[in-house]
């Protein structure tokens, strides 16, 4: 089964919420509305440091990711990578595809003179935790969220 892919597009903004709503945490923050899914996107779209990323099979978008560069004073002014809301249709889980879309991500942040990649995940997902340490990364900080 193979996976391609490319830089999101706004006909794909639909597919990209029904993937992010597809989990247990993401259902109770997704709604039906496409208004504000679309400001967003043309947000991301309009900045070049930002990437949304999708994973497509057979023209079906089955993975997405959303890769933001952040320029910084700290580590001798590196450049950072901070990847985003990953997410692999559940119906595809387990057949590699995710590990494929953080290669894409990788890939794209070493292109463009990124030095380290990071992330955030719920600690609920100990699945995903689980994928993230196969993949190498390490849960080396702490991680605090306010609502505004």
Known sequence: ?????????????????????????????EAQDPAPYLVAFDEIAANPMHQLIVGEIAGQIVATCQLTLLAGLSRQGAKRALIEAVRVTTALRGQRIGEALMAEAEARARAAGASVIQLTTDKTRLRAHAFYDRLGYSPSHLGYKKPL
């Open 1 to 29: 089964m193979a996976v391609t892919f490319r830089d999101a597009a706004r006909a794909d903004v639909a597919a990209i919420v029904a993937l992010l709503a597809d989990d247990p945490l993401g259902q109770s923050r």
